[in-house]
């Protein structure tokens, strides 16, 4: 499978950093747990990576006690957890890991942004570094595309977007069928659940004004009408 290296890679290394926590957040499948494996396989030192999707890790790490985070940790001085904001307080549990054991070092990754904020960015005010990853750049397709090669491409991206995974969808049908999913699955019940939306025919439209305004003056009156 085809990997590109992104451009945050190297600065997310610098800030990696003893008892000091690295966030990555982003929207999802803009490919944040790939860049964090990447990450991790470039440094020479064991890792602990833990998914906050799953019910064990938040019954691990519910004590909150030092004693118990350095026997979840061993001889790992490296903590990477996936969708860290499903952990409830997860800030003060990051908080006291970085402040008590000694050059512990941690990554954490979420897909919503305004999650991880509210869930962690508080309690580690000082003790952070945060990364928004986006969708691919072209800076990025540079590595693997030549001009002559690229001017076709961006036609395409131009319609279907730079999600990570239209890169090995080869057909027009299938990249569609994928971008549907994405709204329904994932951009709707995002905004859905963040503004308390009860009419989800409301953000299709909005989507919609706001493709048609794609190279134009954006029309903020128009938008809120």
Do not use: C, W
């Not at 001889?75 to 499903?86: G, P, R, T, V």
């Not at 000082?126 to 693997?144: C, M, Q, V």
């Amino acid at each position: 499978m085809e990997y590109l290296n992104r451009e945050l890679s190297e600065n997310i290394l610098r800030k990696l950093q003893a008892n000091k926590v690295v966030i990555v957040f982003g929207a999802r499948r803009v490919g944040k747990t790939v860049l964090v494996k990447e990450i991790l396989n470039k440094i020479d030192e064991p890792a602990l990576t833990l998914n906050g999707e799953d019910i064990n890790v938040h019954d691990k790490l519910a004590i909150r006690s030092i004693e118990n985070y350095k026997q979840i940790l061993g001889s790992n001085k490296l903590l990477y957890i996936d969708e860290a904001q499903k952990i409830p307080d997860i800030g003060q549990k990051l908080k006291l890991m970085i402040d008590e054991i000694p050059d512990l070092k941690i990554i954490i990754s979420g897909s919503s942004s305004f999650d991880i904020n509210k869930n962690a960015g508080e309690p580690l005010t000082g003790r952070k570094y945060s990364f928004n990853l986006y969708a691919l750049s072209e800076r990025e397709y540079n590595e693997t595309e030549n001009n002559i090669d690229k001017i076709d491409k961006i036609r395409e991206r131009l319609v279907f977007g730079n999600y990570p995974e239209l890169i090995h969808i080869p057909d027009r049908e299938n990249k569609i069928d994928y971008l549907n999913e994405m709204i329904s699955s994932y951009l709707l019940k995002d905004i859905l659940v963040y503004e308390n939306i009860k009419n989800p025919q409301k953000i299709f439209n909005l989507l919609r004004l706001i493709a048609f305004q794609i190279g134009g003056e954006v029309s903020f009156q128009e938008l809120g009408k």
